[in-house]
């Protein structure tokens, strides 16, 4: 885990880039709340908007960043006025947190926007209920709020820019089926809500001041998860992470006694941390977290092992509630997210061989390099909704290691991809006769794995006499394709494997 976090590459050192600015647009907006003459505790709320600005706004264009960093006051005002109001009112004040609770998960079917808009909202109402906030303390609240997300905008869009110079990634949004509660996204929505009312309860029956953390917990959990295993997942790794977290706390933080200077740069190190782990390791951006925010209750004056304690029982309480909300309430089977993936990924290969095919066949137009950078993107996302199925502590031994097989598969496919993208760029590759064949088979093969009728499956005669027709093509643009032939029809077996057990459970 360690190594992953940490050995992990960074192509363009885009993490150690995004980190980096992470720190400085942070420290930046502190900076200017002090400096404003705000108190600890607005400058907190300051630097917790600008932290979630640079964070959770992932459009892939600079003006589409832009436009959600411009809508985040929209959202973030309002429900900060409202937590405000209902601090003395606490049935009201729960009653619209789990609100914004499904309101904030439902938001996620409108893409990257809708669930920055969302978590900002959370986080907002969520810091309210840290901060104790009151209506008193409101217009200074607010000013630090519109400060801060002024000063990390100056950071992201004017100082450190980067993205200006690089070329967009491919989006790739999920699979949206069905209407109502056959919705990924609704679905979510519901479970959110049930797991954090779970939550709710069970965290105030621990404590009256911190029950807010086992919501949080329980909201974190549901983030960037799409079905019942991702959840589970996610669930055993924030507490793993937290419970690390706790044990470095007591060992930094404690010793400070918010010493302010010292304690200000553990919070940076921690902020450092959570953006700089956040694409590699959950566990490690949880245990980032932990560490920066047991240094901001040493700032304001409230850390002792005792409220560590309550935070790792509070983590506990939340990731329970979020598990038994998707395992009770309309789950979402790990299978059927998977499959969705698998399918995108097979059909984004086709695209891939059909543009290569199109470019040697001397079309100007058709760019294969675009589909392999999407299908990179698609292949992140069947790893992370396929994780719960190749972890070394899933009991399913059989579906593991087809899990695992058909990964391989996949990543074969990629590499076969990118090589036909190479020869298909040169220019002095020109149309054999030959690839409009083989890239007739590639297709026929994906229309047939993604059709997957039940009972059927490449035999091990036609698997074998197919290896052989193809056998060391002279070519490299052919050597790819039957590559790419081969792994398709490998890959039908496992698939069609977990689609007969899943028919039978």
Not at 95 to 115: E, I, K, N, Q
């Amino acid at each position: 885990m360690l190594k992953r976090a940490f050995v992990a590459p960074d192509p363009g050192r885009v993490r150690l880039r995004f980190a980096s600015r992470a720190v400085l647009g942070v420290g930046l907006a502190v900076a200017l709340c002090g400096a404003a003459g705000h108190t600890l505790t607005a400058a907190v709320t300051g630097g917790l908007a600008a932290l979630l600005a640079l964070f959770t706004v992932t459009d892939p264009t600079v003006r589409g960043q832009a436009v959600t960093t411009a809508l985040l006051p929209a959202v973030g005002l309002p429900v900060l006025t409202l937590a405000a109001f209902l601090h003395d009112l606490p049935v009201a004040r729960d009653l619209v947190f789990l609100a914004v609770v499904g309101a904030g998960s439902y938001a996620r079917r409108w893409g990257p926007r809708g669930h920055s808009l969302g978590v900002f909202a959370f986080m907002t109402y969520f810091a309210a209920q840290f901060l104790h906030t009151v209506p008193a303390r409101l217009p200074e609240l607010c000013a630090a709020l519109l400060l801060s997300l002024a000063a990390s905008s100056a950071v992201r869009f004017g100082a450190w820019c980067y993205e200006r110079r690089s070329p967009a990634p491919p989006t790739v949004a999920p699979p949206t089926g069905g209407r109502g509660l056959a919705r990924v996204t609704t679905r979510q929505a519901v479970q959110a809500t049930v797991g954090a009312a779970i939550a709710l309860f069970a965290g105030q029956a621990l404590s009256d001041q911190r029950w807010y953390w086992a919501v949080g917990a329980t909201w974190w959990v549901f983030v960037n998860t799409a079905s019942r295993g991702e959840t589970l997942v996610r669930g055993f790794r924030r507490f793993l992470g937290t419970v690390l977290g706790l044990a470095l706390g007591l060992l930094v933080a404690v010793p400070l006694h918010g010493e302010p200077v010292a304690s200000a740069v553990v919070v940076g190190v921690g902020v450092f941390g959570i953006f700089y782990t956040a694409a590699v390791s959950y566990t490690w951006m949880m245990l980032s977290v932990t560490v920066m925010a047991s240094a901001l209750y040493g700032l304001l004056g409230l850390l002792d092992p005792a409220l560590l304690a309550l935070r790792a029982a509070e983590t506990a309480v939340g990731a329970l509630g979020a598990v038994l909300a998707v395992l009770l309430v309309l789950p979402v089977t790990t299978h059927s997210v998977t499959d969705a993936w698998v399918e995108r990924a097979v059909r984004c290969v086709h695209a891939c061989t059909a543009e290569a095919a199109a470019r040697l066949s001397g079309a100007a137009t058709a760019d294969p390099s675009r589909r392999v950078a999407e299908l990179e993107q698609i292949l992140a996302r069947v790893r992370m909704s396929s994780a719960p199925l190749v972890h070394p502590l899933s009991p399913l031994r059989a579906r593991r290691g087809r899990a695992r097989h058909a990964l391989a598969l996949l990543d074969d496919c990629a590499r076969e991809v990118r090589g036909l993208a190479e020869v298909a760029a040169d220019p002095e590759a020109s149309h054999d006769a030959r690839l409009v064949a083989a890239c007739w088979r590639v297709e026929a093969a994906v229309e047939a794995l993604i059709a997957r009728p039940a009972g059927r499956r490449p035999t091990a005669t036609a698997t074998a006499t197919g290896a052989a027709r193809h056998a060391a093509p002279a070519e490299p643009v052919l050597a790819h394709l039957h590559a790419l032939e081969r792994a398709l029809l490998e890959l039908a077996v496992p698939l069609r494997r977990t689609d007969q057990v899943s028919a039978g459970a």
